[in-house]
Nanobody, 114 residues
Framework: QVQFVESGGGLVQPGGSLRLSCVAS????????MGWYRQAPGNQRELVAS???????YYANSVKGRFTISRDNAKNTVYLQMNSLKPEDTAVYYC????????WGQGTQVSVSS
C-alpha cells in the first residue's frame, strides 16, 4: 500500500524558513522521481519541486532560488527546504511521486503571515 506522511509545516513570518519532510512507503523509493506539491484555498494542486533518482531537480518559477528539494534513499524520505518564505507560499504541502498516485497523504500546512 502506497503511503506518504508529510511533516514540518507551521506558521512562520515572511522571510522565514521551514523544512518539510515526507516519508514514503509502498514504492521502490530509490528509483522514483519524487515531488512536492501544494494546494492553496481555491486553487488547484500544483507541482512545486521534484527530484529524480539521478538527483536532477526541477523547481516552479515561483519558488526557484528559495526552495531546495533533496532526498535520502536510505530513509525513503524527501525534503523541502523553504527559505525567504512569502505569504503566497501559504498552502497545504504534499509529497507524491511523479507521475502522482491517487494515494495522497494528509499534507502539512504552511502558513506565512506577520
Amino acid at each position: 500500500q502506497v503511503q506518504f506522511v508529510e511533516s514540518g509545516g507551521g506558521l512562520v513570518q515572511p522571510g522565514g524558513s521551514l523544512r518539510l519532510s515526507c516519508v514514503a512507503s509502498g514504492i521502490i523509493f530509490r528509483i522514483r522521481t519524487m515531488g512536492w506539491y501544494r494546494q492553496a484555498p481555491g486553487n488547484q494542486r500544483e507541482l512545486v519541486a521534484s527530484i529524480a533518482s539521478t538527483g536532477s531537480t526541477y523547481y516552479a518559477n515561483s519558488v526557484k532560488g528559495r526552495f531546495t528539494i533533496s532526498r535520502d534513499n536510505a530513509k525513503n524520505t524527501v525534503y523541502l527546504q523553504m527559505n525567504s518564505l512569502k505569504p503566497e507560499d501559504t498552502a497545504v504541502y504534499y509529497c507524491n511521486k511523479l507521475p502522482s498516485t491517487p494515494s495522497w497523504g494528509q499534507g502539512t500546512q504552511v502558513s506565512v503571515s506577520s
